[in-house]
């Protein structure tokens, strides 16, 4: 290891400091769900799990929590092939048009949420699909497919075209080509645009404030409203479980990221 | 599966049986934008040829070779492989394998799995194409390897996979773009010298695409010489050595300088040979450095040219010994000696003159058609 400069050294303690303003509401709210109090407590004065049981025994809970991983999974499942596809559409233009498509598709996660959400909620007024299931997943696709063409993007960079040239001139069609040859290799940016599909899904609550009511109200939302209505230690709960889901999700990434490039580096 | 399908491959590795096909291309245009990649070329490529497309980078070979494996869309003209027109035909149904430059073996498939993939794609049953891929293997070099990963292996044996994957479905023809380029020097050659002989033992028609003259000299039945998107000349390796049609070719095959032999010092050069081209002025002697002879001052023997020159400087190369001077006329000259004790003993010292000998069999006249000279008029 290289010892860093001494000039250098002030940045390890700035470094950590950001890291605990960071991660401070992490862990404010982690000790808070396992209190015993009525309201939001920290520290708290006795332990105890019964805002997990409150939210776990509450059918409205559940029934969010379905949508809300449902809606996450579907968004996964159309943000990923058009993502996918975007890229490898990108990939393939050249000069400026490939710029301004992926400019364009950038879009979603460039305009402010609340401007998207207000646009979003009066087309649907139009479309009749405020509160629906396929209005949620619809809006919730255009805010993951930026990071879907992301991550895929960076993918088909590293991606050597002379694979599928070859796979093309032994006899694949082009579509099969993509399948076997392409995917397994971009497989970890597929599977990165996928994760991040999943939690903007999972996590987006100002687009749902306006069109995820009724009986297709998401997680986040109804939290949002139990903050809003009254304090609700529960929340609290399902912010710890939101966490580690993230945590979880981001880990299984990590450790399949660590064993590809491990078995890079194995053979070289 | 049927037996006879699988002798194929195997039958021409073990008797030598022609299946090979020939290639048609005629008025070939290709043009990116204001660029020409490919300006009306014609060429036919025979049946069990392996004949090289030798040239600088843009002069238009990759180009050539990527319209014939379907990855350029020339604008127009036709290819044709035996009675077939591919052009427009798809790249996966033209039954052509190529080995690319990267080798572009998949890595997430082994070494079986790759060769054994086009099989696959063609519906051979799992038997069968675990047979015909070891027997390929075998063929070149590498028996045994079917289930190491791709990562595992070197650049060489990278190379004999990637040979091994193309001609496994019986190609009708095999296009090769710059396979060895990527080898260190000795391997290079030891490849050149392998492939070589599967082409011999295959009999495929081979076209192979490198900028590597003295690797098209060693491979090829015939090398066709590219420039600016023309075929500047097409000629069996030692023809296109010895007599370049243009100072193009022969500065691009092999070093020579090039003598103005209208401008050049009638004292020290004896023209009479030359006829009425001595006074064109874009004719140009073709002076190879392993050619020349370095003789005694009163030597006069017939069909031979005389130079007369200083010795600039001698450069020992461990194989051989550059020595550089320079004409009277002002040219530089180099001539190549091999560096015995004796050759090394008789080697003029710098400054000193020395009288060069060049027999005429040992060189030719060709047209100047180097950028910024106008063609020689017939």
Known sequence: ?268 | MPAARSTGINGRLAEGRDLAAVVTISHLVKKYGAFTALSDVSLTVGAGEFLTLLGPSGSGKTTLLMSLAGFADPDSGSIRIGDREIMGVEPHKRNIGMVFQSYALFPHMTVGENVAYPLKLRGVGRADREDRSRRVLSAVQMPGYENRRIDQLSGGQRQRVAVARAIVFEPDIILMDEPLSALDKKLREELQIELKHLHRRLGSTIIYVTHDQKEALTLSDRIAVMNRGQIVQIAKPQEMYEHPASAFVADFIGYSLLLPIARSDSSSVDKSQLGALADNPYALLVVRPEKLDIVSEDHRQPGHFYFTSEVKDVVYQGDIVMVYARLKSGEDIVVRRDSRFATLQALPRGGSPMRLALHQSDTSLVTDDRAGVAPLAS
């Not at chain 1, 969010?64 to 975007?86: E, K, N």
Request: proline content about 4%; aromatic content about 12%.
């Open chain 1, 1 to 268: 290891m290289r010892r860093p400069a001494i000039g250098n050294l002030w940045l390890t303690p700035f470094a950590i400091l950001v890291v605990l303003f960071l991660l401070a509401p992490v862990f404010v709210v982690i000790p808070m769900s396992f209190s015993d109090s009525n309201y939001l407590q920290f520290p708290p004065q006795v332990w105890s799990l019964r805002w997990y049981h409150s939210y776990f025994d509450a059918a409205e809970w559940m029934a969010a929590t379905r949508t809300s991983l449902l809606a996450a999974s579907c968004t996964v499942l159309l943000a990923t092939p058009i993502g996918f596809l975007s890229a490898f559409a990108i990939r393939n233009m050249r000069g400026k048009a490939a710029a301004v498509l992926f400019g364009f598709l950038l879009l979603p996660q460039v305009v402010p949420v609340i401007l998207l959400a207000i646009g979003v909620f009066f087309i649907y007024i139009r479309l009749r699909i405020v509160d629906s299931f396929l209005g949620i997943v619809l809006a919730h696709t255009a805010l993951a497919v930026p990071f879907v063409v992301t991550t895929v993007s960076a993918g088909l960079k590293r991606f050597d075209f002379s694979l599928d040239q070859a796979a093309r001139s032994l006899g694949a069609s082009r579509f099969r080509a993509i399948f076997d040859v392409m995917l397994p290799q971009i497989r970890l940016s597929l599977f990165a645009g996928a994760i991040f599909a999943f939690v903007t899904s999972l996590d987006e609550v100002v687009v749902s404030l306006f069109i995820a009511g009724g009986d297709n109200t998401v997680l986040t939302r109804k939290m949002f409203l139990a903050l809003r209505d009254q304090v609700d230690p529960t929340i609290a709960a399902i912010s710890t479980l939101l966490i580690v889901v993230s945590v979880i999700a981001v880990g299984v990434f990590m450790l399949a990221v660590q064993r590809d490039n491990r078995r890079r580096e194995e053979n070289i």
